[in-house]
């Protein structure tokens, strides 16, 4: 049976959270992120969620298009006010793509990596991503929203229009999974990691995040729009930057770009 999403269900389910306060819900809307960014321009409280059943206009990173089947994936964006520095918010979106993984682990089995710096693969396929936009006022965020997408219980295939191999939660385990049980979980784990975050307690999440990491010890490409480094992937640092050996044995640390990585 097809499950709707539940905005009530989410909330009782959250319990005492930072997220069940301010939890916005719609059936179609342009992009989470985007109406995000103009609630957190509004002065819309730490720990709003804006969660959709359909997206019309739903953006990836690099002013790239997210398509999704509506009805049947978790399209949903965080907004957060974190007293944190521009160097010190990239871990965000690595302990939300930590929270979706192990939340999926516990419903499915399924060991889904972590593609450097936002994408979420299963094998050689893309299941999901993360586009975190923020502001900084005087050095401080004054606002930063996550969007996550998951292909949930969508088949992607032919004629889609992706222009990357994809896939779902349902594809690769065969489990029809409820997406009011999963943002549940992913929220309830990003919650307490957020907390180690803002207290400095990353050691355990670091660990993770390189255990999870789908490049490190790989031979990369890091593709921007003003050059491609190419190098081994060696680890992800505690600020969330990739560490790469070049072929002269040199160490270069990379704040963002794009992967690319031979299969
Ligand atoms: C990427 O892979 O480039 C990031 C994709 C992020 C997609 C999510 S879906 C919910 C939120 N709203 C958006 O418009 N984008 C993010």
């Keep these: 049976m097809k499950e709707s999403l539940d905005k009530d269900i989410i909330i009782k389910e959250l319990g005492r959270s930072v ?8 059936q179609k809307i342009n992009s ?16 709003t969620i804006i969660l959709a059943e359909e997206q019309t206009a739903g953006r990836g990173r ?5 398509l999704s089947q509506g009805h049947e994936n978790l399209l949903f964006t965080i907004l957060l006010r974190p007293p944190l520095s521009a160097d010190n918010i990239f ?47 005087a050095g401080v965020a004054e606002y930063v929203i996550l969007g996550l997408g998951i292909n949930v ?3 992607p295939g032919e004629g889609d229009g ?4 994809a ?9 029809r ?46 593709i921007s729009p003003d050059e491609v480094i190419k190098g081994r992937a060696i680890a992800i640092d505690h600020k969330g930057a990739l560490l790469l050996k070049n072929a002269l044995g040199e160490e270069i640390k990379i704040l963002s770009g794009d992967v690319s990585l031979r299969f």
């Design 162 to 165: 992706l222009s990357y191999p």
């Design 167 to 175: 896939t779902s939660l349902l594809a690769e385990s065969g489990i």
């Design 19 to 26: 997220f069940s306060s301010n939890f916005i819900f719609h």
């Design 62 to 66: 690099l002013n790239r298009k997210w």
């Design 91 to 137: 871990p965000l979106t690595i302990i939300l793509a930590i929270s979706a993984i192990d939340a999926i682990n516990d419903m499915t089995g399924l060991n889904v990596l972590i593609k450097w710096p936002n994408d979420l693969y299963f094998k050689k396929k893309k299941l999901g991503g993360i586009l975190t936009e923020f502001s900084l006022k």
């Design 177 to 222: 999974v409820s997406r009011n049980r999963l943002i549940t979980g992913i929220l309830k784990r990003f919650e307490v990691s957020y907390e180690n975050v803002l207290s400095g307690k990353t050691d355990g999440l670091h660990l993770s995040w390189n255990k999870l990491s789908l490049v490190i010890g790989k031979d990369v490409e890091i």
């Design 153 to 155: 219980n969508w088949m």
């Design 32 to 47: 989470t992120n985007t109406l995000a960014k103009e609630l957190a321009l509004k002065g819309e409280p730490h720990g």
